[in-house]
């Protein structure tokens, strides 16, 4: 045992890099996931807004800049990095620069338990996607989470059931094939629904119908619970800023 009682060879935090600041934290598998919903500040500060974004994506992350509708916010990011720390850089950053965080999900990319036997090039894009696509500039976001009453308790299911419940969940949004990309990632024990879907649309009439069609399974139907939904527009963050602020 150490003096402090830790057992030696016990990690006591993440490992420090060359310059003494805290080592990477990344998952086993797959990417870390942020996302950011913000209303424009009185001391907003446009080129620092676009500078976080740009040295985020020269540091080699993702970031989806969304021009958001409604009064939940003014401006969204989504960021996919390897690293919780870079997640936290960006939302440092794009705060400092003037934009108030308002609203925010953290997750990882993931595999669902229920395709164990998919393709490896759609297991790939998955767990490392590349965001955003070119064609779809309708976005949509929304936690959700499987329900737990009484009556239906999706966990209180054999694993058999839960497998073809998703099977045909899954044949409803394969209607959709190149009308509707979805990301799902997962959030269990990172926030406060288990999983987080984003949807990027050629339409926006295309994320409406995907979700209402999606609904009547009987996966969602008796087992679903939604959070609130965000929609927007994607942008280059210059375009974006333009839309959301006084000329």
């Known amino acids: ?19 003494g600041r805290p080592g990477p934290l990344s998952p086993s598998t797959g990417r870390c ?13 446009r ?23 409604g009064h939940k916010a003014d401006i969204g990011f989504m960021v996919i990095a390897d690293d919780l720390w870079h997640l936290r850089a960006v939302q440092t950053a794009v705060s400092a620069a003037g934009l108030e965080v308002g609203g925010s999900y953290v ?3 993931e595999l669902s338990e229920y395709a164990p036997g998919l393709p490896e090039e759609m297991k790939q894009a998955r767990l490392y996607p590349s965001l955003p696509p070119e064609d779809k500039a309708a ?4 936690p959700m989470s499987k329900r737990r009453t009484e ?11 839960r497998t073809e ?18 990301l799902i990632t997962g959030s269990t024990g990172l926030d406060d629904w288990e999983w987080g879907v984003t949807l990027f649309g050629v339409h926006p009439d295309d994320l409406k119908a995907c979700v209402y069609e999606m609904r009547f399974d009987e996966a969602s139907a008796r087992y679903a619970e939604f959070g609130p939904f965000y929609a927007g527009m994607v ?11 006084p000329r």
Not at 1 to 19: A, F, K, L, S
Not at 139 to 142: D, E, G, H, S, T
């Open 139 to 142: 976005f949509c976001f929304y």
């Open 151 to 161: 009556t239906f308790n999706w966990y209180a299911l054999s694993y058999e059931e």
């Open 235 to 245: 942008g280059e963050v210059e375009a974006v800023l333009d839309s959301v602020t």
């Open 1 to 19: 045992m150490t003096p402090t009682g830790t057992p030696t060879g016990t990690p006591t935090g993440p490992p420090e890099g060359p310059d």
């Open 47 to 69: 080129e620092a807004v676009i500078r976080a974004v740009k040295d985020a994506r020269t540091g080699g992350d993702q970031v989806v800049s969304v021009a958001l509708l």
């Open 107 to 109: 997750s990882l990319t």
């Open 165 to 182: 419940l998703m099977r045909a969940h899954g044949s409803v949004g394969r209607l959709f094939k190149g009308r509707i990309l979805q």
């Open 33 to 45: 996931v942020l996302h950011l919903f913000c209303r424009v500040g009185p001391a907003l500060d």
